[in-house]
């Protein structure tokens, strides 16, 4: 947020002198971003148009049909005003489409505005008028982050060369969800400093916060607060802590310390514990000294300066693809609790421990500060109830001649159309074919076993899952984050949940059987595979079949060792004729929209689409 500099104060008044004329703002006050101009803009509306179009349709929000006979590809749309979009588009797995964003015409002339088609198509989408104005306003967000992200874009080759934290500010964002960088709560200014495409590292503010109303929690080693802080500050930042808490009368032993996300303090914090901060209750401090990075969630940030202390997830109360950017009170009291007990299977297992060297990075130590009216108030609004807190996360730790990148970054595209996946492969040396077996290998046999065998599920997302690579850029093992937002269990009682501490027992989501296997689903082989399998065929010469046979082959190889759990093969089939549709876009548009309630949204289900696990041969395409 901006703001305007202070007056000059000479200490008296000065009521003889004139007031002075209002003038023009210097040039210096408006600027506009360097990549705000026409062609940058129309390169990426074209490519937000097509992906519009595509996850519409899968989600059948818009009906697409074919256009004739002679063109098998095409397809056509009838808008509100009774004119035609067409377009060409792919048919893939679980029922998906890839529309061609160079292909898009409206009435013969070549379409690339996204506000076009909503604007001509609102009554086909089935939107309100409140919906459509924040649709509109998250859409020219999101064209401006990309915008930004095309400005300063690096060839696949260069981006193979650059650290975790460093890779995660070229990113897209999500590949489902055609908002995927809205950011509602954000200013121009704010997005420039705080995105993660920004690529501005920054050193964080903390605070300390009276033990009356704030509660730390930590995993074994981690008991206390001041283990934490001995790990991460420096003695000398502490010592300084300690100092201005006793210069303000207060005893450092009744406080805890943590870090705050500076556009929160300013636009949340301050107004709405401003009370707290009065009495003291909460008192504000200095930055530490390090470096911290935003990562795609925007609230989390890698520490540069650093990289041997955990990674910091803070609230901010900003609408980002489905939800508020807050930490859930509950939850994260209880993240070192479930931190702790997933750690345990897997170190009691070994084949999690040994055969796949499974990194699970858990959530090891969180505060959280309560609110005097809104956590006694149930009916609010949940982003209130998600305002004040941090969760410390495990830093990735590897072995010299390791290297880690996120999943999401084997769908990047580059400035000249180069798939980051090409390149890796590329890199390794090996056949295509080759190198998706080690991935494959590398990231479903942990997921699966503790799906089967703890009926337990991650979502394996593209930003959750984290591939972990050779020297040679070969994968070879799989860490995996975000425990307590994203960690399932089966609802169908199974003996190893007899080892569950209450405390997890009661914060953990539970689901059936039947929708456990969505978190694999949708969020590894839809939500990440769904892309990737074209990618391959496109760069790599990889026919999409030939890739799910692959997959589908995993999980029988998995299947296949572990006989025993033939019972769980069945109770958690992943390898079902059909599976539920699960829709993101449609929560936005249809379901939730912009309202506010109590309860965080969850993905809608519309209908069912074709597995290509089922039967490799039959085509996965409907």
Not at 17 to 33: D, K, R, V
């Amino acid at each position: 947020m901006s703001t305007s500099p202070a007056p000059h104060d000479s200490g008296r008044p000065d009521t003889d002198a004139p007031a002075p004329a209002p003038g023009p703002l210097p040039a210096s006050e408006l600027l506009a971003p360097p990549e705000l101009n026409a062609a940058a803009w129309a390169r990426a509306s074209s490519r937000l148009l097509a992906k519009a179009l595509s996850e519409f349709a899968y989600e059948e929000i818009i009906r697409p049909e074919r256009a004739d006979a002679g063109e098998p590809d095409r397809y056509t749309l009838r808008l509100d005003d009774d004119t035609t979009l067409s377009f060409c588009a792919r048919r893939g797995a679980y029922g998906s489409w890839r529309v061609a964003a160079g292909s898009i015409t409206h009435e013969g002339l070549r379409l690339v505005d996204p506000f076009d088609f909503l604007l001509r198509a609102r009554h086909l989408l089935q939107l309100d008028g409140i919906t459509l104005g924040h649709v509109i306003r998250e859409l020219s967000a999101t064209l401006a982050a990309d915008t930004r992200l095309d400005h300063t874009a690096l060839s696949a080759g260069r981006l193979a060369e650059l650290p975790y934290a460093e890779l995660e500010g070229h990113q897209t964002g999500h590949p489902w969800l055609v908002l995927n960088k809205g950011r509602i709560g954000f200013s121009a200014t704010d997005a420039a400093r705080w995105a993660p495409e920004a690529r501005r590292a920054t050193r964080l503010p903390w605070i300390a916060v009276s033990k009356r109303i704030a509660t730390y929690r930590g995993v074994p080693g981690l008991e206390t607060s001041d283990r934490l802080y001995a790990r991460e500050l420096d003695s000398e930042v502490r010592a300084a802590f300690h100092v201005a808490l006793i210069a303000r009368g207060h005893q450092p032993d009744d406080y805890v310390l943590l870090p705050v996300h500076p556009w929160q303090w300013d636009e949340v914090l301050l107004p709405l514990y401003a009370p707290a901060i009065a009495d003291g209750s909460i008192v504000p401090l200095a930055a530490d000294d390090d470096l911290r990075l935003p990562q795609q969630s925007v609230r989390t940030f890698l520490n540069t300066s650093r990289p041997d202390r955990h990674t910091v997830k803070l609230p901010l109360s900003v609408l980002n693809t489905l939800v508020w950017r807050g930490l859930p009170t509950e939850r994260t009291l209880a993240a070192p609790a479930v931190t702790a007990w997933v750690h345990g299977l897997r170190d009691a297992d070994p084949f999690l421990r040994e055969e796949c060297g499974v990194i699970l990075l858990g959530e090891v130590a969180s505060v959280t500060v309560e609110h005097p009216l809104y956590d006694r108030l149930p009916e609010v609004p949940y982003q209130y109830k998600e305002l004040l807190g941090a969760i410390w996360r495990e830093p990735l730790r590897l072995p010299p001649g390791e290297r880690a990148r996120t999943l999401a970054s084997l769908l990047h595209v580059d400035p000249v159309g180069r798939a980051f996946v090409a390149e890796l492969v590329t890199r390794s040396g090996l056949a295509p074919v080759v190198w998706l077996q080690h991935l494959f290998t590398a990231l479903l046999p942990p997921l699966l076993h503790f799906l089967y065998r703890y009926g337990t599920v991650f979502s394996p997302h593209g930003e959750n899952a984290i591939v972990v690579y050779d020297s040679d850029d070969v994968p070879v093992r799989l860490a995996i984050k975000d425990f307590v937002d994203d960690v399932n269990i089966s609802a169908h009682p199974l003996p190893e949940h007899a080892t569950l501490p209450d405390d997890v027992r009661a914060v953990l989501l539970t689901e059936g059987p039947g929708f456990l296997i969505q978190f694999i689903h949708a969020g590894l082989f839809i939500g990440v595979f769904r892309y990737l399998a074209p990618l391959c065929e496109e760069q790599l010469g990889l026919p999409e079949a030939d890739f799910w046979a692959l997959v589908r082959a995993e999980i029988l190889c998995y299947q296949s060792r572990f006989p025993e759990l033939k019972e769980r093969f069945e109770l958690f089939d992943l390898l079902t004729p059909r599976i539920e549709r699960l829709c993101l876009n449609r929560n936005r548009l249809h379901l939730d929209g912009y309202r506010d309630r109590s309860e965080r949204p969850h993905a809608a289900v519309h209908g069912t689409v074709p597995n290509p696990l089922a039967d490799p041969t039959v085509s996965a395409a409907p």
